[in-house]
């Protein structure tokens, strides 16, 4: 049995730590999926479009760190292109390989399959550049390790996507076997003597001030457990409070009693804005300060601040490369002095925690109702995961508290609506030992329902709320028109159409509060497989911070053109 170059990129794939890996087969790339079959440490699960196969495995680097998605070329790739694209946005490694055209066509002037219908089959490559950090073509299988190596190594050390395409009769071509994985997964250092500078210059730019502040952004996490346990040192080292950007949510413990909130401008949650603006020192790690997380700019920090990027750190007049987060923060820690002058004010500050009361059992369901059911759901099991999708479910997910325990997952970079279904489902397979939650609005749900079908496929008990006040809500308070409804579906039913002979989905509707805790209490029961809880409200029951939001959303979009 000759190993080949499709083993060679499996055996390469299950030491970097992927197991499930995600793939729509086509004859361009069966040959390759037969190879990865073929590793035993390496679990194919086939989905049911590319776009949602891209998503899952979006999903599954969340939760494992790496992950893997196959495709065949053009018609399964172009598709893929887009959770290649989300994985780019949100600094993951997501790793997209792409069977392609037989070697002997290439100069023929042969018309392909799957292809433009030209004789030029590059454009997907050159595509792949574009949204990637590495891009490669196998053109013969001798070149196979040194292309494969080096982009996998690139995804890993950038946390961005890699693009691999191999040629249809390359897979199975004869191939040398791997040499030591370290070659890959060898981290980079810090510079030493960039670490020791930049300690010293955010030593100095602290000291002296009287009110410093933490900012948590959402690239702390892709720097990995030992960046945030750095972090949380840090914060201990200072006393000082700590707020987290949006897309940053449960990346500091939310129970830990330095947290202030999350700073959203005039939609934070607890004072987190207040203290942020009162600061005059802002120590800013792993953020993005982007339209959508600084409210249309509206929320921008008001003081020279410095950034602690993942491979470099950023002052008011001084920058160093090549200082790594997980080192820079613990050297950090035993620089600082302790100043708690924030959370004082804080005391002074913070609100009571919001008493959130049952509505009448036979009452309507509202969106608070459906909020209070939520949070009572992440404070039933530590080991929870709430993924909120694009839609008024970022606001109200936002105003959660997590407890001990819980981890929140959202898109809001790229911000695909229906990301949360197959991204949910990756992460799932990935975490059997947590319970996965999904809050999801009508629209979104629609973008992408048939991966529900993987969840009864995989007997994955996730549950899925989805609300549904009949079309894009949040588009209508950027901006509404008729193109924001959306023909209603009959959700609960749907999901249990993909049960056929075998399956366990559950499909109930909820349109009171009490409808709505049975729901809960079923969904909580049902082991075997999916409960979506259709959660009826009025197509007007928004959040007000989504109201606030749109308003700034929509008048940063509305600036006019610079004559
Ligand atoms: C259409 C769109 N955004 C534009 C958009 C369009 N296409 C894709 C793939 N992604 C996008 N974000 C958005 S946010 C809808 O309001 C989502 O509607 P829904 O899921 O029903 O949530 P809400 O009702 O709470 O808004
Ligand atoms: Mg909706």
Redesign the pocket.
Known sequence: QQFTVGDYLAERLAQIGIRHHFVVPGDYNLILLDKLQANPDLIQVGCANELNCSMAAEGYARANGVSACVVTFSVGAISAF?GTGSAYAENLPLILISGSPNTNDAGQYHILHHTLGTSDYTYQFEMAKKITCCAVAIPRAVDAPRLIDRAIRHALLARKPCYIEIPTNLAGASCVRPGPISAITEPVASDTGALEAAAACAAEYLHGKLKPVILVGPKLRRAGGAAEQGLLKLAEAMGCAVAVQPAAKGIFPENHPQFVGVFWGQVSTGVADAIVHWADALLCVGTVFTDYSTVGWTALPNVPFMQAEMDHVTFPGAHFSRVRLAEFLPLLASRVDFNNTTMVEYARLRPDPPQLCAAPSEAPLTRKEISRQVQSMLDANALTTLFV?????WFNGMQLRLPAGAQFEIEMQW????WSIPAAFGYALRHPERRTIVM??????Q?TAQEVSQMVRYRLPITIVL?N?R??????EIHDGSY?K?KNWDYAMLVEAFNAEDGRAVGLKATTAGELEEAVKAAGENKDGPTLIECLIDQDD?SRE?ITWGHYVATANARPPKD
Request: aromatic residues 6%; proline residues 0%.
């Open positions: 887009n999708d694009t839609g008024d479910s911000g695909h609506i229906g999801i609005g009508d629209g979104s749900f973008m609300v006040n079309g894009y809500t949040i588009e209508v924001n959306i928004c989504l």
